[in-house]
Structures are given as structure tokens and as C-alpha cells.
């Protein structure tokens, strides 16, 4: 089994940064790769940013230039620098690991962006 844990959310203003971080334990070797997605209420869950094996990068369209996701050495943890936040950002942010054993979520930390 893989456990992860969030942390890093909270209330920003407009135009404000947080940097939400992912750290995993258990089972996580042979990652295929770590994702931040979101879900904003009576909204479906969405893909914010992937980081595959390699140097594979991918972005929501809605966050390129202001959204970074990366990874420590190590790979058993991920980070999501937010920037220039907007209202529309606001949701519950969840961490996700894909690896031979399966595909794992965190519990998720809450994101309001709001003056």
C-alpha cells in the first residue's frame, strides 16, 4: 500500500501563492508518475499538473504560467507551486501516485482563494 499525505493549502487572496506539498510512504517504488488534480464543489475532479517518469511534464491549460509541479530526489515527494492565484482556483487539491501496484489518492487539502 502507498500513503499520501497533502499539506500546504489554505486561504490566499487574489493574485497570491501557496505551494502545496505531497509526501508519500509505503510501497511507492516503480512510480509511473505523480499528479496534483483538483475538485471544486459540483464540479468533476481535474487533472491540474503531471509529473512522469523522466522528465514528462504536463499542465491544465487553465494554469500554465502560473502553476509549477515538481518532485524531490528522493521521488517519494511532490510539490505544486501555485502563483497568481484566482478565484477559480478554489477547491479541495488532491495528490495522486500511479505505480505497478496501483493507483492512490491522498485525503486532500482545501484551497480558497477569495479577497
Known amino acids: 500500500q502507498v500513503q499520501l499525505v497533502e499539506s500546504g493549502g489554505g486561504l490566499v487572496e487574489p493574485g497570491g501563492s501557496l505551494r502545496l506539498s505531497c509526501t508519500t510512504s509505503?510501497?511507492?517504488?516503480?512510480?509511473?508518475?505523480m499528479s496534483w488534480y483538483r475538485q471544486a464543489p459540483d464540479k468533476q475532479r481535474e487533472l491540474v499538473a503531471l509529473?512522469?517518469?523522466?522528465?514528462?511534464?504536463e499542465y491544465a491549460d487553465s494554469v500554465k504560467g502560473r502553476f509549477t509541479i515538481s518532485r524531490n530526489k528522493a521521488g517519494n515527494a511532490v510539490y505544486l507551486q501555485m502563483n497568481d492565484l484566482k478565484p477559480e482556483d478554489t477547491a479541495i487539491y488532491y495528490c495522486?501516485?500511479?505505480?505497478?501496484?496501483?493507483?492512490?489518492w491522498g485525503q486532500g487539502t482545501q484551497v480558497t482563494v477569495s479577497p
Open positions: 495522486n501516485l500511479v505505480n505497478p501496484w496501483g493507483n492512490f
Open positions: 509505503g510501497r511507492i517504488s516503480g512510480v509511473y508518475g
Open positions: 509529473i512522469g517518469s523522466g522528465t514528462r511534464l
